[in-house]
């Protein structure tokens, strides 16, 4: 009988793997280390998936597009979908931005049956939030019905114009079960299509047909949250660069500027308005500051950005520099057990492997072995193996000692 009563699971249990099995008491009596090891195996789970010499999309330009909607006072995301929301977005904003330094992103709201802008695409995560707050934080944000055909429309206006060699893409954050559109919406899926626009959308409340099909037809992705946790998890798959597609690999080289910043002393510097704040609501300040496009002597007061004047796509050293380890990421570790390792500590932190470190991980390059914490380092923060690049001879000789 105990086996019929293992084999009859019920079938919302058949998709998560228990996890609460592997939940084990430390000396002290705590769970914490227990339950980092299962977050830590998912992780690199994501990082096996993960393979060098790709064609990646690393410029990419995305437009956010949030349900506003009187459904995000709905309490099942807790205190509100609202603020869990804002909340999510805040991490998402800022490592979107430092995963794609090359990337640009805006934001656009849906609410009352329209749809309204109020973000430009830039790489700017602090003002981004600061106008993502005063929009969407406060209490009376959210109303009346959203309109998904008015928020596709208004980020297709913006974004066909972006450079063909970019990665253009609608992230839908939809609440609301309905939507309340002017028009055929197929009409608008069909136009971002053409123009070679991903549209992804994460569901708040229940999968819908109208969702997927748009997802399907623009290649993007389609997920509906379970809970707060899986929220942020669908959201982090967004932050890295996707494959670049077929219609993108063309572009072998892109032409970019590198302008200087323009100084603010009024005695070297000349004033002058900013290109990047003509069409926003606040208006172009004239200053002397600010970065010049070396083409056209435009200036623009943030980086990376789209010469609006001469089109040339404009970026820092920095910025290239850090986009690099997408292209080239550090391989996997290999899980070997405590017992086969020769090594007492590990290459990066130098702490002892003690007797309840059941496993270790050890490059294949270098051969040197590191914990758990160094390895999870190394492939989310550094991008980089100690072992690997510092002198390989004397690691070769320290190989062959041991």
């Known amino acids: 009988m105990a086996d019929d009563d293992d084999v009859k699971e019920y079938r919302w249990e058949t998709g998560y793997e228990k996890t609460w099995e ?5 000396d002290q009596g705590n769970l914490e280390a227990s339950v980092a090891e299962i977050i830590q195996r998912a992780k690199r789970k994501a990082q096996m ?8 999309g690393m410029m990419r330009h995305m437009y956010i597009i949030l349900d506003a909607s009187e459904a995000m006072h709905d309490q099942d995301l807790k205190p509100t979908r609202q603020l869990c929301t804002l909340k999510l977005m805040e991490g998402f904003v800022e490592e979107f931005l430092y995963e794609n330094p090359l990337s640009q992103l805006g934001f656009i709201l849906s609410r009352n049956k329209r749809a309204e802008k109020i973000t430009e695409l830039s790489g700017n995560y602090k003002k981004q939030l600061e106008v993502l707050k005063s929009n969407f934080g406060q209490p009376n944000s959210c109303s009346g ?25 609608v992230l839908v954050i939809m609440g609301s079960l309905t939507t309340c559109d002017p028009g055929d919406i197929n ?11 991903r549209a992804s959308l994460i569901g708040l409340s229940a999968d819908v047909r109208l969702c997927k099909s748009l997802c399907m ?8 949250v379970l809970d707060d946790v899986h ?29 200087h910043h323009a100084p603010t002393d009024n005695k070297t510097s000349y004033l002058a308005m900013c290109m990047c704040h003509l069409d926003s609501e606040e208006g172009s300040k004239l200053d002397g500051g600010g970065y010049l496009c070396p083409q056209c002597r435009s200036k623009y007061c943030e980086l990376p950005a789209e010469c609006k004047v001469c089109g040339l796509t404009l970026v820092s050293a920095p910025h290239l520099a850090r986009s690099y380890h ?7 570790f290999t899980l070997i057990p405590i017992d086969q390792n020769r090594t007492p500590s590990c290459f990066g932190c130098r702490v002892q492997f003690k007797t309840i470190d059941k496993q270790v991980y050890k490059c294949e390059k270098c051969c040197e072995v590191f914990c758990l914490d160094c390895d999870m380092f190394i492939h989310d923060t550094l991008h980089t193996c100690p072992g690997c690049s510092t002198n390989q001879q004397t690691y070769q000789t320290l190989s062959s000692e041991s």
Do not use: C, W
């Open 22 to 26: 592997a939940i084990q008491e430390d």
């Open 49 to 56: 998936e993960r393979k060098g010499h790709t064609r990646l």
């Open 145 to 169: 019905e959203p309109s998904l055909q008015n928020a596709l429309e208004l980020a297709l206006s913006s974004l066909k114009h972006m450079p063909s060699h970019a990665i253009r893409e």
């Open 187 to 197: 009409i608008t899926i069909q136009k971002l299509k053409t123009a070679s626009i």
């Open 217 to 224: 037809t623009t290649g993007g992705d389609y997920g509906v």
């Open 231 to 259: 929220f942020k998890h669908l959201l982090s798959t967004h932050a890295l660069p996707p494959q670049a597609a077929a219609e993108h690999s063309s572009s072998a080289l892109v032409k970019m500027g590198f302008p």
């Open 326 to 332: 997408h292209l080239f990421p550090v391989q996997p």
